[in-house]
C-alpha cells in the first residue's frame, strides 16, 4: 500500500546554484550527493530532513545544457512543502531578505520560484518538524523549518484515465479530482485538465517525475503485479541501492515511480556525514574512476 510521496527528481541547470538555494534558503539537508545512474555523467542531487526520510526528498538531476521548458498537455508543477503553524511571517521576510520575490496564494501560503523556476508553495500545517528531523546546518528554528511534502499539482491530457490509475493501478483514493493514500489527507495529489493539445518538454526547472513510497518489499511486488495485470507501461524496475524503484508511465504520459522506504541514505554514509562525500551504491563502485572523471570534466 502507498503511504504517501516518496521524493520528487527534477532538472537544474546549476548545481551549485541549485544547492545554494535548497540549503542555504529552504534550510534543507544535502543528504546524498550521487550520479544520475541513468546516465553516469550527471550529479545527482538529493535535499531533505535531517534523517533524508521518505516524504521530504527533492531530487535534482544536474544538465547544464538543458534547455527550457514547455508546459502543455500533461507536466507536474507546483510542488507544496509544510511548514509550521504560524510561521508564514518569518518565511516572508526570510525570502525577502535572500531576495526571493513571491505571492500570497491565500492567508496561509506563499508561492515563488527556485533558480531554475520550478514553482513551489508554502504551506501552513499544524504540525512542527520533529526535533530528529531538524536540520542542524541553518539558522531557520525548529519551530520554522519546512516539514516535508505537503502536495503536488497535475495537470494531465487524460483526466479520467489518470484518476483510474491513480486508484486503481496504485491504490490510492480521489475526491473531486484529488487524490490521496487510502487512509490519509495528507500527500495531496490535485489533478486538472489540460486544456493544450502541444506535447509538453522537460526542460530546466521541470519535474521529471514524482515517486510515492510502500513500506516493504511485499507492498512493492504487489503493486508491481497489479500494474502488469492492469497493462501499464512498465518502464524499468531497479534496484537504487538507497531503495528500489518501479518505473511507470500512467495514461497522461507522465513518469511515476514507486519506491521502497528501506535502506535508504544510510547505506553507504553515517547519519552525521550524510551528504560530505560524492557517494555511489555497491554496484557503482567498479566505475568510480570513471564517473569522478566524467564529473570533473564538467567542472
Not at 534523517?51 to 508546459?71: A, C, M, Y
Not at 523556476?117 to 539558522?139: C, F, K, P, W, Y
Not at 519551530?143 to 484515465?161: K, P, S
Not at 511485499?218 to 495485470?229: C, G, I, Q, T, V
Given at each position: ?264 541514505f544510510t547505506l553507504d554514509e553515517t547519519l552525521e556525514h550524510l551528504g560530505e562525500s560524492f557517494a555511489l551504491p555497491d554496484f557503482l563502485e567498479p566505475k568510480r ?11
Amino acid at each position: 500500500m502507498i503511504t504517501g510521496f516518496h521524493h520528487l527528481s527534477a532538472i537544474t541547470k546549476d548545481a551549485d546554484r541549485n544547492m545554494q538555494f535548497y540549503t542555504q534558503v529552504l534550510g534543507l539537508r544535502l543528504v546524498k550527493n550521487t550520479v544520475n545512474q541513468e546516465n553516469l555523467k550527471d550529479p545527482h542531487l538529493f535535499y531533505g530532513d535531517y534523517q533524508g526520510n521518505p516524504g521530504t526528498v527533492l531530487t535534482f538531476f544536474e544538465i547544464p545544457k538543458v534547455g527550457n521548458r514547455h508546459d502543455e498537455d500533461s507536466y507536474f508543477h507546483t510542488v507544496y512543502l509544510n511548514i509550521p503553524k504560524g510561521s508564514l511571517p518569518f518565511w516572508k521576510g526570510h525570502l525577502s531578505l535572500n531576495q526571493i520575490s513571491f505571492n500570497e496564494g491565500s492567508e496561509s501560503e506563499l508561492l515563488f520560484a527556485d533558480p531554475d523556476g520550478m514553482d513551489i508553495g508554502l504551506i501552513e500545517v499544524d504540525d512542527i518538524i520533529a526535533a530528529e528531523n531538524a536540520t542542524r546546518h541553518t539558522a531557520i528554528p525548529r519551530d520554522r523549518q519546512i516539514i516535508g511534502i505537503h502536495g503536488i499539482h497535475y495537470t494531465v491530457r487524460a483526466l479520467e484515465q489518470t484518476l483510474a490509475f491513480f486508484t486503481q493501478v496504485l491504490g490510492m483514493r480521489s475526491e473531486d479530482n484529488v487524490v490521496y493514500p487510502q487512509n490519509s489527507r495528507e500527500d495531496v495529489n490535485w489533478l486538472a485538465q489540460s486544456t493544450s493539445t502541444e506535447s509538453s518538454r522537460l526542460g530546466k526547472g521541470a519535474i521529471d517525475h514524482i515517486a510515492y513510497s510502500v513500506p516493504d518489499a511485499s507492498d512493492f511486488e504487489a503493486l508491481l503485479a497489479n500494474a502488469k495485470e492492469k497493462s501499464i507501461l512498465i518502464e524499468k524496475v531497479i534496484d537504487r541501492g538507497y531503495f528500489s524503484s518501479i518505473y511507470l508511465r500512467e495514461p497522461s504520459g507522465l513518469r511515476i515511480e514507486v519506491a521502497t522506504e528501506k535502506p535508504g541514505f544510510t547505506l553507504d554514509e553515517t547519519l552525521e556525514h550524510l551528504g560530505e562525500s560524492f557517494a555511489l551504491p555497491d554496484f557503482l563502485e567498479p566505475k568510480r574512476e570513471e564517473i569522478e572523471e566524467n564529473i570533473r570534466k564538467r567542472v
